[in-house]
């Protein structure tokens, strides 16, 4: 192998075998001292090479994070238990806030990170609340977990305000008249047919969506678990969602999947369904539209809070009561209706007070 290698050795460069039989290649030139140097012919060796010939140092290793730097207590965080815990999606989150601040102040001491620079951290983002939000709330999870740690004394996130959230109407509701609309446009047996029945029929997110499938299906029941929340929820399935996913078409694991059967991420999902939403005339419906159309069918059937907590995967109430009080108060203005016409109709017989009498009665 080594009579196989170049003869001829670049300037400066020397060639030494090791006691056990390797080779080795170092850079020397004059009196300064060795530079230890790649395998010849390997593609580091150019690399390292110039680097030398330059008097830049050869070493191509990643600098040692600074042990008191940000930049360490979060790669320290993202080993730890609490981490690990929160759902997939929400790592994936962090994961991309975490990336941002390291590249802006990684190398900073993260005990200098007072109450007023994460302030400063979520104004700069409060253009977009959402982002503000999960800014604090990545590094809530980071200096909690240093506190409990004992990596440092004060949480500065504790006295930091979450900015006010929007107070829109959010993601529109579907009606009807949409679900028609578009199974109008999309006929049974194409993709797009099976996107809009699996989210209408599961009132799954859209990251539940692009999984779920004939895997998770036992004695008509299909069962998954939440990546937002970890929460396992079961979903019986409908005769009208047998019937779509029978014809199809639908990938191997996946109920969900694009042209060449392939499963599909929920970003993409969502921009492939967005489109086909456009193609139906609906401009101003998403994925998550359904799911809140599926909601609030549920709430104004009547099931309890308990119910559409098990069915939609909510907890602590607040959700599911947000869609039984929007269902009561339809119902309640549909019996207020009821009682106001009745409270207007006619007190007199038929026939009674008529213009004919009331002339006949006020003549000489």
């Not at 670049?10 to 230890?36: D, L, M, S």
């Not at 759902?87 to 990684?106: K, M, P």
């Not at 207020?336 to 009745?342: C, H, L, M, P, S």
């Amino acid at each position: 192998m080594i009579d196989a290698m170049p003869r001829k050795l670049p300037p400066f460069v020397c060639r030494e075998r090791t006691r056990h039989g390797a080779t080795t290649y170092y850079f020397r030139r004059g009196k300064a001292r060795r530079i230890r140097l790649p395998v010849l012919g390997s593609g580091d060796f150019d690399e390292a090479y110039q680097a030398a010939l330059s008097g830049v140092s050869a070493t191509t290793r990643k600098p040692k994070i600074g042990v008191n730097s940000l930049e360490w207590l979060i790669a320290q965080y993202r080993q730890s238990a609490a981490y690990a815990t929160l759902a997939t999606a929400t790592r994936r989150q962090r994961d991309n806030i975490f990336l941002h601040i390291i590249e802006r102040s990684g190398r900073a001491s993260y005990r200098a990170v007072t109450a007023t620079v994460v302030d400063q951290g979520a104004n700069d983002r409060k253009a977009t609340p959402a982002q503000a939000r999960n800014f604090l709330d990545a590094l809530r999870g980071l200096f909690r977990w240093a506190k409990a740690s004992e990596l440092v004394e004060i949480d500065p996130t504790e006295s930091v305000k979450n900015p006010k959230r929007c107070k829109g109407p959010g993601f529109k509701v579907w009606t009807d008249a949409d679900v028609a609309a578009y199974e109008c446009r999309w006929a049974a047996g194409t993709k797009e047919r099976v996107w809009l029945h699996v989210l209408l029929y599961t009132g799954l997110r859209r990251g539940d969506a692009v999984r779920i499938g004939r895997q998770h299906v036992k004695d008509g029941i299909a069962t998954i678990r939440q990546e937002k929340t970890g929460t396992e929820v079961n979903i019986p399935m409908p005769a009208e969602l047998e019937a779509t996913l029978s014809t199809g078409p639908t990938g191997d694991l996946a109920w969900i999947c694009g042209t060449r059967g392939e499963p599909l991420k929920k970003e993409s999902f969502g921009n492939v369904f967005k489109r086909a939403c456009v193609a139906a005339g609906l401009t101003d419906k998403s994925a998550h539209g359904v799911r809140k159309n599926r909601a609030t069918t549920a709430a104004e059937a009547g099931l309890s809070v308990a119910e559409l907590e098990s069915l939609f995967g909510w907890q602590g109430g607040t959700m599911a009561s947000h869609y039984t009080r929007s269902a009561n108060r339809k119902r309640l203005a549909v019996q207020g209706a009821e009682k106001i016409r009745n409270a207007q109709s006619p007190h007199l017989s038929a026939g009674a007070g008529t213009d004919t009498e009331l002339v006949a009665k006020t003549a000489p």
